[in-house]
């Protein structure tokens, strides 16, 4: 069974950088064509794609984020780490990891269950 | 303010046909991107609905179809049951935005 389970700090201050992290079950991030995205739903709002990662490394960011974004991968682990700098409160809303099909252009499933992150001092 | 285009809201009633259109420009749909769609219950996560423009994962009956033409995309549910009464979205990717992925605004579902 596949799972992906997202931890990190469920409150993060105004201006300090986030760091959450992604831990796979049930497949590895070191085989071909697998790739792990991160994805943010504001409370009451749609989701938004943030970055993805490949079992060869590459990278993708979203425009408008990816100046604050990081996305990095941990193969003996088997994690994926997501860091946002800069946080500000419209930043607060649940973080969700996904496994991503597709080589990079594909659809996302299974997800996690998600982490709600409230960004407030 | 989406990429894709969705209507906040459709209704119908139990046993009726609904559509859920996405609509986006020659830069995401338009450029030949699949479109994906997922299905969110109120608490939890989203849920691969359809992938890849028409096809359904295991699991997801065949009450649920999508298609594609042009710069749109369509969710249609035929036999409505009150166990559809869920959030929509699309997803696709954009030329525009070096290929990374974007969402629809959603689609309300409320079955009467």
């Known amino acids: 069974q596949i799972t992906l389970k997202e931890t990190g700090p469920t409150l993060v201050k105004p201006t300090q950088t986030l760091t959450l992290t992604c831990t796979l079950s049930g497949f590895s991030l070191s085989t071909y064509g697998v790739a792990v995205g991160w994805i943010r739903q504001p409370p009451g709002k749609a989701p938004e794609w943030l970055a993805l990662i490949s079992w060869d490394d590459h990278k993708r960011y979203s425009p408008a984020l990816k100046s604050r974004l990081t996305i990095t991968k941990d193969a003996s682990e088997n994690q994926v780490v997501l860091t946002m700098s800069n946080m500000n409160p419209v930043d607060t809303a649940t973080y969700y990891c996904?496994?991503?099909?597709?080589?990079?252009?594909?659809?996302?499933?299974?997800w996690g269950q998600g982490t709600l992150v409230t960004v407030s001092s | 303010q989406s990429v894709l285009t969705q209507p906040p809201s459709v209704s119908g009633a139990p046993g009726q046909r609904v559509t859920i259109s996405c609509t986006g420009s020659n830069s995401n749909i338009g450029a030949g991107y699949d479109v994906h769609w997922y299905q969110q219950l109120p608490g939890t996560a989203p849920k691969l609905l359809i992938y890849g423009d028409n096809n359904r994962p295991s699991g997801v009956p065949d009450r649920f179809s999508g298609s594609k033409s042009g710069t749109s995309a369509s969710l249609a549910i035929t036999g409505l049951q009150a166990e559809d009464e869920a959030d929509y979205y699309c997803q696709s990717y954009d030329r525009s935005l070096g290929g990374s992925g974007v969402f629809g605004g959603g689609t309300k579902l409320t079955v009467l």
């Open positions: 996904a496994q991503n099909h597709g080589l990079l252009l594909g659809w996302f499933d299974p």
